[in-house]
């Protein structure tokens, strides 16, 4: 069974970072493609950063390319999501998705092709 908690957001002034994280109520996230989408109050849900099984493969939005990095601690069965210089446009809910799959260096970027989503993180970014 696939539980994903979501956990790291929080308050933070403009230019500033924050690391959420992912995970998959102790259990392992060997065999889902992960992905991180958010949603700002009276938006729709939007892709933010996606990565596979095996972490080789990476794909970002275009509006945090260059400040957001998605990466896997297999370690501690987390995905990450570093944010820096983060903006008042970043604030939003964000919400961690999983979807199993078996090419290990697969990438899910539609929402649709997630079946597993947390609760969400809110993340609110003051000018």
């Known amino acids: 069974q696939v539980q994903l908690v979501e956990s790291g957001g929080g308050l933070v002034q403009a230019g500033g970072s924050l690391r959420l994280s992912c995970a998959n109520s102790?259990?392992?996230?060997?065999?889902?493609?992960v992905g991180w989408y958010r949603q700002a109050p009276g938006k729709e849900r939007e892709f933010v950063a996606a990565i596979s099984d095996s972490g080789d493969n990476t794909y970002y939005a275009d509006s945090v390319k260059g400040r957001f990095t998605i990466s896997r601690d297999n370690a501690k069965n987390t995905v990450p999501l570093q944010m820096v210089s983060l903006k008042p446009d970043d604030t939003a809910v964000y919400y961690c998705a999983a979807h199993p799959v078996l090419e290990p260096t697969a990438i899910r970027i539609d929402a649709r092709g997630y079946d597993y989503w947390g609760q969400g993180t809110q993340v609110t970014v003051s000018s």
């Open positions: 102790g259990r392992t996230f060997s065999g889902y493609a």
